[in-house]
C-alpha cells in the first residue's frame, strides 16, 4: 500500500482565476472592503468559511456568513454558465494514470465542496482514479488532520505508506499533524520558501521531479 494524496487547486489544477472572481463578487455583493487578489491566492485551499473569517476579519459573523452564501451563489453561476477556467497543470493527467499503473492509491484533500470537486475531476475525466475524497464540506478545515485521517481509514494506509502533496504551507501543515510524508510543489500559490519552512521535506519544481521523488 502507498497512498499518495494531493491537493486540488494549485496543485492538479489552476484554479485560481474562478476563486478570486467568485470572492470579489461576493464582497461586493456583502459590502465588504474587497481584499487584494494576492489575498485571496494565499487563502485557496482553506475551507469557505475559514477563507472569509481571514480576508474580512473585522466583519460581523453575519456579514461572514452571507460573504460564504454570495460567493458559493458567484461560483456556482461561472460554473453553470461556462465561463469557470480549472485547467490541470500540464503533465498531472498523464502523471496520476503513471501513479496508478505503478500501484500507487490515490486521493484528493481540498477545501473544495463535494459538488465542486466532483465536477472538477469530472471535467478532466479523472474521477475514476482517485480511491478516496476528502473535501471541506465533511471536515474541519486545513491544517486539520482530519480529512488525512479519513483518507487513510477509507484505503486501509497507515500514516508511514501515506504522503500529501500540496502547494500551501496549509497541506504542510496538515501533513505533519497527521504524521505523514509532506511534498510541496513549486507551481502553486505559496512560495517553495514557505513550504520547506512549514515542514515540507522537499518542494518538487516540476511534475517531473515530483514523479521522481514518489519513486525515489
Same mark, same amino acid.
Given at each position: 500500500?502507498?497512498?499518495? #494524496? *494531493?491537493?486540488?487547486?494549485?496543485?492538479?489544477?489552476? %484554479?485560481?482565476? /474562478? #476563486?478570486?472572481?467568485?470572492? &470579489? !463578487?461576493? *464582497?461586493? &455583493?456583502? %459590502?465588504?472592503?474587497? =481584499? %487584494?487578489?494576492?489575498?485571496?491566492?494565499?487563502? #485557496?485551499g482553506l475551507s469557505l468559511p475559514q477563507a472569509i473569517r481571514l480576508?474580512?476579519? +473585522?466583519? !460581523? @459573523?453575519?456579514?461572514?456568513?452571507?460573504a460564504v452564501e454570495a460567493y458559493k451563489r458567484a461560483f456556482r453561476r461561472s460554473r453553470e454558465d461556462g @465561463?469557470?477556467?480549472?485547467?490541470? *497543470?500540464? %503533465?498531472?493527467?498523464?502523471?496520476?494514470?503513471?501513479?496508478?499503473?505503478?500501484?500507487?492509491?490515490? /486521493?484528493?484533500? !481540498? /477545501?473544495? @465542496? +463535494?459538488?465542486?470537486l466532483a465536477s472538477t475531476l469530472a471535467a478532466h475525466g479523472l474521477t475514476d482514479l482517485f480511491a478516496t475524497l476528502q473535501t471541506a464540506d465533511r471536515h474541519p478545515s486545513k491544517p486539520d488532520p482530519g480529512?488525512?485521517?479519513?483518507?487513510? &481509514?477509507?484505503?486501509?494506509?497507515? =500514516?508511514?505508506?501515506?504522503?500529501?502533496i500540496g502547494d500551501t504551507a496549509y497541506d504542510i501543515e496538515m501533513a505533519?499533524?497527521?504524521?505523514?510524508?509532506?511534498? /510541496?510543489?513549486?507551481?502553486?500559490?505559496?512560495?517553495?520558501a514557505e513550504l520547506l519552512e512549514a515542514g515540507a521535506e522537499i518542494v518538487a519544481g516540476s511534475v517531473r521531479e515530483l514523479e521522481d521523488i514518489l519513486h525515489g
Open positions: 500500500m502507498r497512498l499518495a #494524496v *494531493f491537493d486540488c487547486d494549485g496543485t492538479l489544477c489552476d %484554479g485560481q482565476a /474562478g #476563486v478570486v472572481a467568485a470572492m &470579489e !463578487t461576493a *464582497f461586493a &455583493e456583502t %459590502g465588504l472592503p474587497a =481584499p %487584494g487578489r494576492h489575498q485571496i491566492r494565499r487563502i #485557496v480576508l474580512a476579519p +473585522d466583519a !460581523t @459573523s453575519e456579514s461572514q456568513r452571507e @465561463s469557470l477556467r480549472e485547467p490541470l *497543470f500540464e %503533465g498531472i493527467a498523464p502523471l496520476l494514470e503513471r501513479l496508478r499503473a505503478s500501484e500507487w492509491t490515490l /486521493g484528493v484533500a !481540498t /477545501g473544495k @465542496s +463535494d459538488r465542486g480529512m488525512l485521517d479519513a483518507a487513510m &481509514e477509507d484505503v486501509l494506509a497507515a =500514516p508511514w505508506q501515506t504522503v500529501m505533519r499533524n497527521a504524521e505523514v510524508r509532506a511534498i /510541496g510543489v513549486a507551481w502553486g500559490y505559496h512560495e517553495p
